[in-house]
């Protein structure tokens, strides 16, 4: 007997009790489809922040304002905005690894542009932010140094918001735009850098503070939300670090003792600490999966047993017209195997369906890759083999004659 | 070396089956041969062994002691493997309950040998309708076992029995499930296919039945007490004892 006429026999058998058969599936049909879309929401997440990383660009420290002390009481961080910019000025002149500073505030408003609007995240800064974040123009120029004196009313945007304010085609340097009713230029459109970044719209730092988010109360004429700099080489996070922790601490006299009011870090290195994590808790959801695969291949072990005894006479007459036990064998496993293989691919379905689902609902990336379905069909074939052997086994042991005898 | 051997040959052979620490002997100590065309019944009370004594000669079953010759050679030397081809090619069963798949249809289940000789679908069910033609059942071809009645399952199950061309037709009991008019018609099917020199041996407990073959052999608890053969005696075996 051939390996094709164990699957046509096999096939033959399950469509005699097609529910039996699917309900048989189905340990594998969920085990698969977890497993698929666990691993593709979970190289999604690993995308996303690596697209992060990068789009933060390399060697960038961050520093965030920290917990400062009113009347012995310790507020929580950033509650108060603590850095200026004539600390920017400090550090890109008094710490020489650093090539390139800003400082940043930052807001939601609405832009509209005609009949169209949309809204995003305003940020406040420099031209310095662009180079700290190597982000070039797509087209269009940075601000002009006048204009960043000045409080300039020019606009730079992301890709997302030239995307959802200008039809295709159309050339949104030098057209009108308004945020908060202050009509601004459009100087300049960034290249993409990835979807959550793209959503924003730069304006200088003087504009926002002087139109837009000056008002906000905890913030003064020369105080900015965040700064972020640019280490010249890789070796030298860990020393740019230090030194601008002491020249903040020397700038805003903290006395030795006390807690810092800022707090310097290093965004790409917890990202990819973070990455870490992903990655252990994808790798403990896919073992969870698998346990659901295991389930369904005992359950077709189950289910193969108990097919054995009913057809133990089937057995027997197949044995007495000249079956081999090889052949009683192969043709049992066939069965086992068509079943894993049927519900693994039902399982890659759904899991595919399932994984395009979350991604479009929750807004989440996926990624589906050859690798992952192969390793799945992979997986329940093997269960297949696994399961299905001993069933498979048992039955060309059965003698034939004790076979014959059985009703 | 050219002396003809015979298809089957029986040499002392016994077949104790142990069950709980008891044996039983279910075959004792029995010799004959089974000569190419021949028809023989085997006859016996209930008990006596001669299911037992069919499947050795199908090659189900091995004797306990002694040894069974298939053309000469000692099945007991072959390969389980080897003996379970030859149960394809060389040996057609028919059972009393006739033992066809339920869920295939006769012309599947007529085919089925064939699909452990390594034939062709297209080719097994070419040979299955002819085999099915040769006992009248090719109008019920696609009939599954319960549409059938018990006759005509039993015709489908020779169709089966025959399909390999086999060296010789085992049938246990192949008229036990029938009413007398049908069973004699099965007899008279197995009759006409021993006229065409098909190798045929019967249990029957009939004693009608068994005249109807030249030769009956008779157990009584396993063992042979009666090897009778009848007239009319063919003329090329008439130098016989
Ligand atoms: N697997 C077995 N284990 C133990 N004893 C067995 C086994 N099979 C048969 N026997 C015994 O061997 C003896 C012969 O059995 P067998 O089936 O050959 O009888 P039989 O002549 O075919 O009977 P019947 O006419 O009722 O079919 C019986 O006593 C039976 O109990
Ligand atoms: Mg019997």
Redesign the pocket.
């Known amino acids: 007997m051939t390996m094709l006429q164990g699957f046509q026999i096999a096939l033959h058998a399950l469509r005699l009790n097609p529910l039996r058969s699917i309900l048989t599936m189905l340990g594998i049909v969920i085990g698969v489809a977890s497993i698929v879309t666990v691993f593709a929401i979970g190289s999604g997440a690993q995308l996303r922040l690596q697209e992060q990383i990068r789009s933060i660009g390399a060697n960038v420290l961050m520093i965030n304002p920290g917990a400062v002390y009113q009347g012995g009481v310790r507020l929580k961080d950033g509650s108060k905005l603590t850095m200026t910019e004539s600390d920017v000025q400090a550090i890109l002149e008094q710490i020489p690894e650093i090539q390139a500073a800003a400082g940043s505030i930052a807001g939601t408003a609405q832009v509209i542009h005609e009949s169209k609007n949309w809204n995003t995240t305003i940020n406040g800064t420099t031209t310095g932010h662009f180079m700290v974040r190597d982000w070039q123009l797509a087209t269009g120029r940075y601000f002009s140094g006048s204009e960043e004196a000045g409080a300039g009313k020019v606009v730079i945007l992301g890709s997302t918001v030239a995307h959802e304010l200008f039809a295709p085609g159309e050339d949104p340097i030098g057209a009108q735009i308004r945020i908060m009713k202050v009509p601004l230029e459009v100087v300049g459109i960034l290249d993409r850098k990835g979807p959550a970044q793209d959503d924003v719209a730069f304006v200088p730092l003087t504009t926002a503070k002087l139109r837009f988010l000056g008002s906000a109360s905890n913030i003064n004429r020369d105080s900015v939300a965040y700064i972020i700099a640019k280490v010249a080489a890789d070796g030298q996070m860990a020393g740019a670090r230090t030194e601008i922790e002491n020249l903040l601490r020397q700038r805003h006299r903290i006395p030795a003792g006390q807690e810092d009011d800022f707090k310097v870090q290093d965004p790409a290195a917890a990202m990819e600490a973070q990455q870490g994590a992903i990655r252990t808790v994808a790798l403990l959801l896919v073992a969870i999966a698998s346990v659901s695969l295991l389930v369904g291949g005992i359950s077709i072990m189950n289910v193969m047993i108990v097919s054995v005894t009913e057809r133990t006479r089937e057995i027997g007459i197949r044995r007495a017209l000249g079956g081999r036990m090889r052949d009683i064998r192969l043709q049992f496993l066939c069965e086992a195997l068509v079943l894993c293989l049927l519900g693994g691919a039902i399982g890659v379905g759904a899991g595919v369906t399932l994984s395009m689902t979350v991604a479009r609902m929750a807004g989440w990336i996926t990624s589906i890759d050859g690798q992952a379905i192969g390793l799945a069909l992979a997986f329940s074939i093997a269960t297949g083999l696994i399961f299905g052997f001993y069933p498979a086994h048992k039955a060309s042991k059965l003698s034939p004659?004790?076979a014959l005898k059985t009703e | 070396m050219t002396a003809p051997q015979p298809l089957i040959s029986l040499q002392s052979v016994s077949r104790t089956?142990r069950?709980d620490g008891v044996a039983?002997t279910?075959?004792r100590n029995v010799s004959f041969d089974i000569e190419r065309g021949e028809i023989v019944a085997v006859m016996?009370?209930?008990?006596?062994?001669?299911?037992?004594?069919?499947n050795m000669i199908g090659l189900l079953d091995l004797p306990s002691e002694g040894a069974l010759y298939l053309e000469g050679a000692d099945v007991a030397d072959l390969s389980e493997d080897h003996r379970s081809s030859l149960r394809a090619r060389s040996i057609g069963f028919v059972f009393q309950s006739y033992n066809l798949l339920a869920r295939h249809n006769a012309i599947e289940n007529v085919a089925l040998p064939l699909v452990y000789c390594g034939i062709s679908r297209k080719e097994r069910l070419a040979r299955a309708e002819q085999s099915l033609e040769s006992v009248g059942m090719v109008h019920r071809a696609h009939h599954f076992p319960r549409q059938l009645s018990g006759g005509e399952q039993q015709r489908v199950a020779i169709a089966r029995a025959l399909i390999a061309s086999p060296l010789i037709v085992l049938a246990?009991?192949p008229t036990g499930a029938l009413d007398s008019r049908t069973g004699a018609e099965i007899l008279a099917l197995f009759a006409a296919l021993n006229r065409t020199g098909q190798t045929i041996v019967m249990?029957t407990?009939d004693p009608g039945i068994a005249t109807q073959c030249r030769r009956t052999i008779r157990?009584h608890d396993?063992a042979l007490v009666a090897d009778e053969t009848l007239a009319p005696i063919p003329p090329e075996r008439s130098a016989a004892p």
């Open positions: 004659i004790e | 089956y069950a039983v279910a075959v016996g009370p209930s008990g006596s062994g001669k299911s037992t004594l069919m246990d009991e249990i407990h157990l396993g």
